[in-house]
C-alpha cells in the first residue's frame, strides 16, 4: 500500500513557475514508476510525465515538454514536477500517481495508487 500526498499547487500568472511535490509513505516507493495527471474541469484526466523507479526513464506529454520536469528523490520518498512558462491551459487538478508496473504508462487506469490532487491556476 501506498499513500501519496500532493502539494505546492496554487494561483499563478502566466509565464509563472510551480514546483509540485508528492510525498509518498511506505518503504516500497523506489520500486514504483510514477505519474503526474492533470483534470481540467469538464475534460478528461490526462497524462502530464512519468519517471521510472531508478529516474533513468522520463516521458511528457507533447504539451509540457520543454517546460515540465519530472524528478524524484527516493531517498525521501518524493516525485516532483517543476512547471515552468505556464500557461492558462495548464489549469487543472494535479494529480500524482504510482504503477507497480515497471513500463512508463501514459494509461490512468494502470496506476494502483494515487493521490487527492492540488489545484493549479494559471491566469492569463
Known amino acids: 500500500q501506498v499513500h501519496l500526498v500532493e502539494s505546492g499547487g496554487g494561483l499563478v500568472q502566466a509565464g509563472g513557475s510551480l514546483r509540485l511535490s508528492c510525498a509518498a509513505s511506505g518503504r516500497t516507493f523506489s520500486i514504483y514508476t510514477m505519474g503526474w495527471f492533470r483534470q481540467a474541469p469538464g475534460k478528461e484526466r490526462e497524462f502530464v510525465a512519468a519517471?521510472?523507479?531508478?529516474?533513468?526513464?522520463?516521458y511528457y506529454t507533447d504539451s509540457v515538454k520543454g517546460r515540465f520536469t519530472i524528478s524524484r528523490d527516493n531517498a525521501k520518498n518524493t516525485v516532483y514536477l517543476q512547471m515552468n512558462s505556464l500557461k492558462p491551459e495548464d489549469t487543472a487538478v494535479y494529480y500524482c500517481?504510482?504503477?507497480?508496473?515497471?513500463?512508463?504508462?501514459?494509461?490512468?487506469?494502470?496506476?494502483?495508487?494515487w493521490g487527492q490532487g492540488t489545484q493549479v491556476t494559471v491566469s492569463s
Open positions: 519517471i521510472s523507479s531508478n529516474g533513468v526513464n522520463i
Open positions: 500517481a504510482a504503477d507497480r508496473g515497471l513500463v512508463l504508462t501514459t494509461i490512468p487506469r494502470r496506476y494502483d495508487y
